[in-house]
């Protein structure tokens, strides 16, 4: 009872800056998301789930479906890559 109340104060105290420290999402961007988005236009998820790849390996691949025409930030590339390294390959990467 006591403590709830504390809790309620100090929310309604310091309640934006907390707020929108407990509303963000994982820092970086959503690498599922970044394959969803920017990986499907050209070709289904079976061509880039099917093997498995390191990140270095990833990198390159990347670097080579922006060649074709891919659109992908730096930060999605980070994201995307690190998660592909250890999803690809498993049905993690694939629905
Ligand atoms: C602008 C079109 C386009 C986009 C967007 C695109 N790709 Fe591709 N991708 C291709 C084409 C064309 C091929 C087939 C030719 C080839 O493998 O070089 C391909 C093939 C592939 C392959 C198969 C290589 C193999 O050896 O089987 C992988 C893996 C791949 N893409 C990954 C990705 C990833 C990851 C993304 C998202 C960052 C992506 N692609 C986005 C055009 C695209």
């Given at each position: 009872m006591r403590a709830g109340a504390l809790l309620l104060a100090s929310m309604t105290l310091f309640g934006c800056a907390s707020e929108v420290a407990w509303a963000e999402?994982?820092?970086?961007?959503?690498a599922r998301e970044v394959l969803e988005t920017r990986?499907?236009?050209?070709?289904?998820?079976g061509w880039v789930c099917g093997e498995s790849r390191s990140e270095v390996a990833w990198a390159r691949e990347v670097q080579r479906m922006r060649g074709y025409g891919a659109r992908i930030t730096p930060e999605e590339e980070a994201a995307l890559v690190s998660w592909l390294a250890t999803a690809s390959g498993s049905p993690d990467c694939a629905d």
């Amino acid at each position: 009872m006591r403590a709830g109340a504390l809790l309620l104060a100090s929310m309604t105290l310091f309640g934006c800056a907390s707020e929108v420290a407990w509303a963000e999402p994982p820092p970086g961007p959503d690498a599922r998301e970044v394959l969803e988005t920017r990986c499907t236009g050209c070709h289904g998820l079976g061509w880039v789930c099917g093997e498995s790849r390191s990140e270095v390996a990833w990198a390159r691949e990347v670097q080579r479906m922006r060649g074709y025409g891919a659109r992908i930030t730096p930060e999605e590339e980070a994201a995307l890559v690190s998660w592909l390294a250890t999803a690809s390959g498993s049905p993690d990467c694939a629905d």
